[in-house]
């Protein structure tokens, strides 16, 4: 499976937007970059995802460089509820139309402060 | 809509004995998947369905650890003869077929003494 590098920690203040690196220099043509947040206690949460374009949702946006290597998770506004642990995961094709499991690394421990 | 849910959300069991863990997907989605994740560790994968294919089953840490889906919806995750070391939360998620995104359930805390 491809790999992901995360920075171990990150701080934001609260109503500032949090970019989120992540480095996948070994990713493949067929590969979807996705992003998950687990809140202590909880189970993780989707976030969003994509292949090789720029995405936005309600929760954040994502940006990805042009040659893939690279990604950064945004959320424009920062609050004390998106303190978390944010993980950066390359999903490999399975087979057929099939993307199978979600491989975590350790993720960000990202903290939000007042 | 209703998300994945799954029972019991707390079990503790004494070392040796078997448990059955519950997961009841998202209704129509094709796809389920049972992760674990232990104290202070990351979240580990351990078994994979899709449709009628064979289940992906690479991530299983041991031959007592099983799981089954029935009629393409429920699954039960088997531990057999358990071990201290097999406490955790135990997390199923369901998707549909394809790059979509994999909704988990709230987790099931296994406690061995």
């Known amino acids: 499976d491809a790999k992901t590098t995360q920075p171990p920690s990150m701080d934001c203040a609260e109503g500032r937007a949090a970019n989120l690196p992540c480095n996948h220099s070994?990713?493949?043509?067929?590969?979807?970059v996705y992003w998950y947040r687990q809140i202590h206690s909880q189970g993780p949460q989707y976030i969003i995802h994509?292949?090789?374009n720029n995405e936005t949702n309600e929760m954040a946006s994502l940006i990805i460089t042009e040659d893939r290597k690279s990604s950064t998770l945004i959320l424009p506004h920062a609050t004390l509820r998106d303190t978390a642990v944010y993980y950066c995961?390359?999903?490999?094709?399975?087979?057929?139309?099939?993307?199978?499991?979600?491989?975590f690394g350790q993720g960000t421990i990202l903290t939000v402060h007042p | 809509g209703a998300g994945v849910s799954q029972s019991p959300s707390n079990k503790v069991t004494e070392k040796g004995k078997d448990v059955e863990l519950r997961c009841d997907p998202i209704?129509?989605?094709?796809?389920l998947y049972w992760y674990r994740q232990s104290l202070g560790q990351g979240l580990e994968f351990l078994i994979y369905?899709?449709?009628?294919?064979?289940?992906?089953k690479s991530g299983l840490p041991s031959d007592r650890f099983s799981a089954e889906r029935t009629g393409g919806s429920v699954s039960t995750l088997t531990i057999q003869r358990t071990q201290q070391e097999d406490s955790a939360v135990y997390l199923c998620?369901?998707?549909?077929?394809?790059?979509?995104?994999?909704?988990f359930g709230p987790g099931t805390r296994l406690t061995v003494t």
């Open positions: 994509g292949l090789k």
């Open positions: 369905f899709q449709g009628n294919s064979a289940p992906d």
């Open positions: 209704s129509g989605h094709t796809a």
């Open positions: 070994t990713i493949s043509g067929n590969e979807y």
């Open positions: 998620a369901s998707s549909y077929d394809g790059p979509y995104e994999q909704y």
């Open positions: 995961i390359v999903r490999v094709r399975a087979g057929g139309t099939s993307y199978g499991k979600l491989t």
